[in-house]
T-cell receptor, first 116, second 112 residues
Framework: KAGVTQTPRYLIKTRGQQVTLSCSPI?????VSWYQQTPGQGLQFLFE???????NKGNFPGRFSGRQFSNSRSEMNVSTLELGDSALYLC???????????????FGNGTRLTVT | GNSVTQMEGPVTLSEEAFLTINCTYT??????LFWYVQYPGEGLQLLLK?????DKGSNKGFEATYRKETTSFHLEKGSVQVSDSAVYFC???????????FGQGTRLTINP
């Protein structure tokens, strides 16, 4: 079974631009979560989607947004990029909302975003 | 709020040494506890988990026991290998949410 696929793997953008990252979950997984990983702040939760609805949101500004499609694929968007947005963005999927004990998160390899 | 504290790294050991990485947590309710491992250039892989007090998670020679009385979930391995070199993250979730709260990570290097 294919794992969580994130595209692209690497991205370089300029301050003020916007970016869209894509995540394809494991087949059959309906929940997709996004995390930001930086050396200073570590791993921080961005948001979670289930059945095309945002179920949970972390403490990030409104420039960070996401969506989920009917096939469970998800995208996240960051607008008006800042230097501090440079990070590894990780997507994770699981079977379903409210089942963490039986369906732990499976992570993709991430998209490394560099903002210059 | 919920939080996880891990021992600071980096940790450097010789092959076949005994490993302990400390993890303590603060949480409301009854969280599930996890250890994830991240190899260079990759995402996180679930190493082991425990869902209730006194549960022991184990995988690939690694073990961790959910200690509610000390709010701890220390990771141990009896004999480490060079291939265990990676960054290890302790994490928790609670209230049935998919949101994980991670510790800061501990970089482990094993020398032959």
């Amino acid at each position: 079974k294919a794992g969580v696929t994130q595209t692209p793997r690497y991205l370089i953008k300029t301050r003020g631009q916007q970016v869209t990252l894509s995540c394809s979950p494991i087949s059959g997984h309906r929940s997709v979560s996004w995390y930001q990983q930086t050396p200073g702040q570590g791993l921080q939760f961005l948001f979670e989607y289930f059945s095309e609805t945002q179920r949970n949101k972390g403490n990030f500004p409104g420039r960070f947004s996401g969506r989920q499609f009917s096939n469970s694929r998800s995208e996240m968007n960051v607008s008006t990029l800042e230097l501090g947005d440079s990070a590894l963005y990780l997507c994770a999927s699981s079977l379903g909302f409210g089942q963490p004990n039986n369906s732990p998160l499976h992570f993709g390899n991430g998209t490394r975003l560099t903002v210059t | 709020g919920n939080s996880v504290t891990q021992m600071e790294g980096p940790v450097t050991l010789s092959e076949e040494a005994f490993l302990t990485i400390n993890c303590t947590y603060t949480a409301t309710g009854y969280p599930s506890l996890f250890w994830y491992v991240q190899y260079p250039g990759e995402g996180l892989q679930l190493l082991l988990k425990a869902t209730k007090a006194d549960d022991k998670g184990s995988n690939k020679g690694f073990e961790a026991t959910y200690r509610k009385e000390t709010t701890s979930f220390h990771l141990e391995k009896g004999s480490v290998q060079v291939s265990d070199s990676a960054v290890y993250f302790c994490a928790l979730n609670s209230q049935g949410a998919q949101k994980l709260v991670f510790g800061q990570g501990t970089r482990l290097t094993i020398n032959p």
